[in-house]
Structures are given as C-alpha cells and as structure tokens.
C-alpha cells in the first residue's frame, strides 16, 4: 500500500473516531436538567442516620448498675449475641432476648435505643440499651483512583474525606462538575453538583455526605474520546493481527521470486 493511501486511510479513521467520540456514551449520569438543587444540600437535622432493612446493629445490652456495671452476657440473656450485629430484616424487624421482634426500621439509633430500653423495663430493673450501625458507608466511583465501598466510621463524612479514602482523584478527572446522589426519604433520588475547583461558591453544607450517598467524578472529555477510539480502532486491530501471517508469507513468497 502507498503512503498516499495509508495517509488517506488514517486520516478517515480520525474523522470516524472524532464522530465516535461522544461524551454521553461514556458518562454515568447524564442529564439535561441542572442537578444543584438548595434543598438536597446535607443539614446537621438531616445527617442522622435511620436505620434501614439488611442493616447489622450493634446492640448491647447493660445490667442494672447496683448489681454490675458489665456487659450483660449472652448467657444471662437466655440468646448469644452475634458478634456480626442483628440483621435488620426487610421488614425493619429485628429479635431480642426476652423481647422477641420489635421495629427498628425508620428510626435513629438513639431512637432505636430507647425503643429497646423501654421493651426491657418489662423484664429488666433500669436497663440501659446501646444501639449502633455497624455497616454505614458510602460509593465511590469515577475517576478516583481506588472506586469502591468506603466505610464511614462515624455519622457523616465530607467529600474530601471520601476523595481521600478512594486514593484522591485520577489526571482525568472533572474538578469542577462532582455529582452527589442522595435517597432522600421525602423526595426520593436527588442529585446535586459540586465545584472543587471554586472557593468563592463552595458551601460547607454541600460538602457533607450521608451514609449510602453515591459520589461520582466524571471523566474528562479527552479521556471519553480516547475510550470511544480505541472501542472503533480494536477491530482494525485484530484484523491486522489476522491478516499479518499472510502478509508475511507473501512477501517472503514475492522475494524468493
């Protein structure tokens, strides 16, 4: 083949790739509507957790101070506790000792605490209950460098800390476009979206991450046309991969001639 054609050939193939290299094919999330919304910014009432069914509680149960400040054990209870938590059943169910099923779904853990506190006082003389959460955490994904599940050992987490636990964010990452998405119990699914790059439009508040929140860094626009060239060129590759051996016994077969 001429250098006229191979010349011909790339430059078809750039223009196919360029058509090719379309961002809303790539993206997560794409959408026409503008995502920031003022009432999906994370408030100090709405941080707490609720606890939801397939969580796993801690829940420890005290004994009456005038006898011993210890732990009740599994033994005293009549039930072994299991060292993995309760599992909230899909129904916002848990089962105690003593108490059998009562509700937790929906509630704090301090409400859920004091629910169970009261359910003791039939049995037990001031029974203190502690109830704690054990699987909060949070998703990130994108451009980061370590995507995955990140635990949150305490009630909230801000985006930094996130960005931090998922190994900060790749070369191609979007700085100034990071979508956030919440459940929200009211409203349902929101999104809203945030400028590292910008101090001056920064707000605290927006930062701040519920537990189950969904952190997502999108990719820049080089990196979306790369991936969507690469998708076109592979099987040009592998043809050429194919056709290579015959090439070469072809021109070994012409130069014995």
Same mark, same amino acid.
């Given at each position: 083949?001429?250098?006229?054609? &191979? ?9 196919? @790739?360029?058509?090719? !290299?379309? @961002?809303?094919?790539?993206?997560? &999330? ?8 003022? @009432? ?20 420890? &149960? ?12 599994? !033994? ?26 009562? *509700? ?16 003791? *006082? *039939? ?43 998922? !190994? ?18 009211v409203r349902g699914i929101q999104m809203r979206t945030v400028d590292l790059t910008n101090f001056d439009t920064m707000i605290y508040a927006s930062l701040m991450l519920r537990p189950n929140d ?25 043809? !050429? ?7 070469? &016994? ?5 130069n014995n001639d």
């Open positions: 083949m001429s250098k006229t054609k &191979l010349v011909m050939l790339a430059g078809i193939l750039l223009i196919l @790739n360029g058509c090719t !290299g379309s @961002n809303d094919e790539y993206q997560l &999330l794409q959408t026409k509507k503008n995502t920031t919304d003022e @009432n999906t910014k994370v408030t100090a009432g709405s941080i707490e957790y609720l606890i939801l069914p397939q969580d796993r509680l801690a829940v420890s &149960l005290y004994k009456d101070p005038a006898e011993s400040p210890e732990i009740a054990t599994s !033994g005293e209870l009549g039930q072994s506790m299991n060292r993995n938590g309760i599992l909230v059943n899909a129904a916002g169910v848990i089962t105690m000792p003593l108490i059998g099923k009562i *509700k937790v779904g929906g509630l704090t853990q301090s409400q859920a605490a004091e629910h169970i506190t009261k359910k003791y *006082k *039939k049995y037990l003389n001031t029974p203190s209950v502690y109830v704690e959460v054990m699987n909060k955490r949070l998703i990130v994904v994108g451009e980061v460098k370590k995507p995955g599940v990140i635990p949150i050992p305490n009630e909230k987490m801000n985006l930094f800390e996130a960005i931090a636990a998922a !190994g900060d964010l790749t070369d191609s990452a979007v700085r100034d476009s990071v979508t956030i998405i919440s459940n929200n119990p969904i952190v997502y860094v999108k990719p820049s626009s080089w990196k979306a046309f790369r991936v969507a060239s690469a998708d076109y060129t592979s099987p040009f590759v592998t043809l !050429g991969e194919i056709l290579r051996p015959f090439v070469q &016994l072809n021109y070994l077969i012409n």
